[in-house]
């Protein structure tokens, strides 16, 4: 396994307590372990960038936070508290969610249709209502997204927006 190497900016300080820390994070397939006892914090408005060549175990850690898979030992905490998160919708429930690299929208399906599919909340909603519900989330987050519009007729930022939008929907 290969090193992996959190940084954070210079001028950052790392004062008050962290909003998540992971502590001892430890995952193997087979014979072939993937993370040896990592350890982070991440702060608040801070940036942490997690760096390492392919086969580090950069993409093991993160779906370990968003409860994608377990840690085979270490604990992860959220505010100082140890979290289970033992699914994805634990770690959506304690406000984690990821954007992956290749994203899962449907290109035929609206943005408000792409960000409820899959939520408990029925997709069947009047579409003014959905609309009205992704216009107001993409407001909280300063994004102009149109939520009637294709995703097959976004740019890549567009669909970058809407999957972020998809892991802050209530």
């Known amino acids: ?18 909003i998540i820390r992971l502590e001892g994070i430890s995952k193997s397939f087979a014979e072939l372990k993937a993370n040896g006892d990592i350890s982070l914090s991440l702060h608040q408005g801070r940036v942490l960038a997690l760096l390492g060549e392919n086969g580090a175990g950069k993409s093991t850690l993160m779906s370990i936070l968003a409860g994608q898979l377990q840690p085979d030992e270490g604990v992860i905490y959220l505010h100082e508290k140890p979290l289970n998160i033992s699914s994805t919708d634990k770690a959506i429930e304690a406000g984690i969610g990821m954007v992956y690299q290749h994203f899962t929208l449907v290109a035929a399906m609206s943005v408000a249709e792409n960000i409820f599919l899959g939520h408990r909340a029925p997709l069947f909603h009047r579409r003014r209502t959905l609309e009205k519900r992704v216009r107001e989330l993409a407001e909280a987050y300063a994004m102009d997204i149109n939520p009637a519009a294709r995703i097959a007729d976004l740019s890549m930022g567009e669909k970058q927006q809407v999957e972020i939008l998809k892991t802050a929907q209530p």
């Open 1 to 18: 396994m290969s090193n992996l190497w959190p940084i954070h900016s210079e001028a950052e300080s790392m004062d008050g307590a962290p």
